[in-house]
């Protein structure tokens, strides 16, 4: 059983915000950035909790369903296009996307994975079981952790490189 680690999804999520907007993104505000982290993150924040409390839910359920995602993009849209702030908006779907889109490389690399999260609660008859002993699997050093190693040393690298946006300016140099 293999996943994708949270500091890969905020790794992934960068490089394809950074990827859209065609170069640093030193020259806007942290606010996008944040949003694009918090779209990232939000997915395991909510599903991985809630299959511990709720053992009938697997770690890829509620948050993780294109029926919330897409719920929850609409509805930051309209907040942030009110706001004119359609930016942050943009940053945060594109963070929500980048972690469904991460998740999906389990399923080219891990013969026991399946798709039918993305469709949950229309689809429930899946099973995606993690337990302490897959966590600690994910630090074996197999080609999979590997490829999430140099996503992550790019992401961060580059984040680090365009100033670290995102993070309070009052620690950058």
């Not at 709720?54 to 929850?72: D, E, G, Q, Y």
């Not at 490389?105 to 399946?114: K, N």
């Not at 080609?143 to 040393?153: A, R």
Request: hydrophobic letters at 50%; a negative charge.
């Amino acid at each position: 059983m293999s996943s994708v680690l949270f500091w890969v999804h905020a790794a992934v999520a960068y490089l394809v915000y950074r990827g859209i907007s065609g170069g640093p993104t030193d020259r806007c505000d942290d606010v996008p950035i944040i949003a694009l982290f918090g779209g990232a993150l939000l997915p395991d924040l909510v599903d991985k909790p809630l299959a511990f409390v709720l053992p009938s839910l697997p770690s890829r359920s509620v948050a993780h369903s294109v029926f919330t995602a897409a719920l929850v993009v609409l509805i930051v849209f309209y907040v942030t296009k009110h706001r004119d702030r359609w930016e942050v908006g943009a940053a945060y779907a594109v963070g929500y996307g980048s972690h469904l889109a991460a998740d999906l490389v389990d399923y080219l690399f891990v013969p026991e994975e399946t798709l039918l999260f993305l469709f949950w609660p229309v689809v429930t008859d899946y099973h995606h079981v993690e337990t302490v002993g897959d966590l600690f699997a994910l630090l074996s050093p197999t080609p999979y952790v590997l490829g999430q190693t140099v996503v992550t040393v790019l992401g961060l690298w580059l984040w680090i490189a365009d100033g670290m946006p995102g993070y309070p300016s009052t620690h950058r140099q």
